[in-house]
């Protein structure tokens, strides 16, 4: 693993970091919207008192924090799409890729980064009852340590049954001011979460307490696109249906699929769906770093209350 010099350091003084996913940039969106993307939500990070760590893997070695120059390329040059179980791969044969949810979470927590922000997660396909197609995502969400902050998961999947299988992980889904799991590009998609918080800080005494309870899954945070950028639902079934349709008659299947939908709404709502993905994760951004902040705070009050009670030396 290669920390870039300001991951490194701020790794050693315990400063608030957020990790950031590169699939989404690399096949998520299109270039230089996703180049664009991957700068202002790193500017976003810090403006709210936090540092980015965009995670990649550049010629076979896992990269936490990327430099001006390297954003560059894994926007704009071809990179693979990496798993969790793609990275291994990656790593001996020196490939460069964009590493998905799983794989990004993977390298953030052997980091010891404890969020991340990312668009959406991956979760269970529409039609996996036969095509048995979930995403790596939610088994990797089961057994890392990790915050993911997120706009719930993308409306081309099938919302109930991805949170059936969070469930099923132990996965824990906390809605940020809202009861109900967001989809995507839009707020509401009439599935009902039964947690929620109102502030960074419990969903930072939330994080706290999964890790000293000892359990060793993430906790999935779920913050609804801003009012003013979502879709609604209903406006984008019918697209949404026709790009699946079109999907299934093209045989797009495993890897391809995600960024091929993606692409595929992007056209048919004339670029709606990537303003939307763009706002969402800008969003999601400045709540992870919040976040970040608020379990950095946690941590030096518990520091200062510690000194406070310890006995004078004789
Ligand atoms: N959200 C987006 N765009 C994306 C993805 C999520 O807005 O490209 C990516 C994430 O990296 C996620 C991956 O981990 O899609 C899931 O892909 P699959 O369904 O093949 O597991
Ligand atoms: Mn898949």
């Known amino acids: 693993m290669k920390f870039s010099d300001e991951i490194s350091e701020a790794r050693e003084r315990g400063a608030p970091i957020v990790a950031l996913e590169t699939t989404i940039l690399s096949h998520g969106m299109p270039y230089p919207q996703n180049l664009e993307t991957g700068r202002e939500i790193e500017r976003i990070v810090r403006e709210a008192g936090a540092l980015p760590a965009t995670i990649a893997v550049l010629d076979g070695e896992i990269h936490i924090g990327l430099d001006t120059k390297q954003l560059e390329h894994v926007a704009s040059a071809p990179m693979l799409k990496l798993g969790r179980g793609d990275l291994a791969y990656a790593v001996a044969k020196g490939a460069d890729g964009a590493t998905t949810v799983a794989a990004t979470a993977h390298c953030a927590a052997i980091a010891g980064i404890r969020v991340f922000a990312t668009g959406g997660i991956g979760g269970v396909h529409r039609g996996a009852e036969s095509t048995m197609d979930v995403s790596g995502d939610l088994d990797t969400l089961a057994s890392t340590r990790i915050a993911v902050v997120c706009a719930g998961a993308k409306a081309i999947l099938d919302l109930p049954k991805t949170l059936e299988a969070l469930e099923t992980r132990s996965v824990p889904v906390v809605g940020y001011r809202t009861s109900e799991f967001p989809a995507f590009w839009s707020r509401s998609s009439g599935v009902p979460l039964s947690l929620r918080a109102d502030s960074a800080q419990e969903i930072a005494a939330m994080i706290d307490a999964q890790e000293a309870l000892g359990l060793h899954g993430a906790v999935v945070v779920a913050n609804p696109i801003p009012p003013d950028d979502e879709i609604p639902a209903q406006e984008l079934e019918h697209d949404i249906d026709a790009a699946t349709a079109e999907a299934g008659a093209a ?64």
């Open 251 to 314: 045989r797009i299947t495993g890897k391809a699929l995600t960024p091929w939908l993606l692409d595929r709404l992007f056209t048919r709502t004339e670029g709606r769906t990537l303003r939307a993905n763009v706002a969402l994760v800008r969003s999601n951004a400045r709540l992870a770093a919040e976040v970040a902040v608020s379990l950095r705070d946690r941590a030096s009050s518990v520091r200062a209350g510690a000194r406070r009670s310890t006995p004078p030396q004789p």
